[in-house]
């Protein structure tokens, strides 16, 4: 059931970039290349959830959404935002796939707080830019861009929300698990909603 509702959830962000065929083929598999931004809550307050949080990501995130091609990168959210990974999702390099599940084992939840503003902004940073660059070349080379927050309550997203990061999350969908949540976004899903939005506005005219 867990699969079934990332699966649904990534399908209807994905239809507002790419339109009837939301980016998936008719057997359901995704047919556009994807960024993946993940930043894991590492504060002592995520602590009895760790475990499982990194076990969904490890079954559901690396071994069911990504995909040859992916690109990954995973913040860890303790007293300051940092990246533990970076890379490029291979079939064919085990290697890879060793050293991103060998770094989710070893992340601590031991600091004092959460730090998800400075991964944020760095984020939008980096899905403006792209925007940019996929301006100047063809629409087949479009990449999907999606951010997930994996943390223990919204207490430690406060700050985030407060900051010039709060618009970023805006339109999100958000998973309850036991004890932790993840919040999903899309790079530019706000203006994407806001144009499908007054699309099917028009259609009433």
Do not use: C, H
Request: net charge negative.
């Amino acid at each position: 059931m867990k699969k079934i509702s990332a699966f649904i959830i990534l399908a209807g962000l994905f239809s507002l970039y790419a339109g009837a065929d939301n980016g998936m083929n008719i057997q359901g598999d995704r047919n556009i290349p994807l960024d993946l931004y993940l930043v894991i809550d590492s504060s002592s307050a995520f602590g009895s959830s760790m475990e499982a949080a990194i076990a969904w990501i490890n079954d559901e995130i690396i071994g069911n959404i990504l995909l040859e091609g992916d690109g990954l990168v995973i913040w860890s959210a303790g007293d300051q935002g940092s990246i533990i990974f970076s890379g490029t999702i291979s079939s064919t390099d085990t290697s890879v796939d060793s050293d991103l599940r060998n770094r989710l084992s070893a992340l601590q939840s031991d600091s004092a707080r959460a730090d998800f503003v400075s991964p944020l902004r760095e984020i939008s940073a980096r899905v403006s830019q792209t925007q940019v660059s996929q301006t100047q070349v063809s629409q087949t080379m479009t990449r999907l861009e999606l951010t997930m927050l994996v943390f223990s309550s919204a207490v430690v997203l406060e700050p985030a929300l407060r900051a010039d990061t709060r618009n970023f999350l805006r339109w999100s969908r958000t998973l309850r698990y036991e004890g932790w949540q993840v919040i999903m976004t899309a790079g530019d899903i706000g203006p994407r909603v806001q144009q499908a939005s007054r699309a099917y506005m028009n259609t009433l005219q």
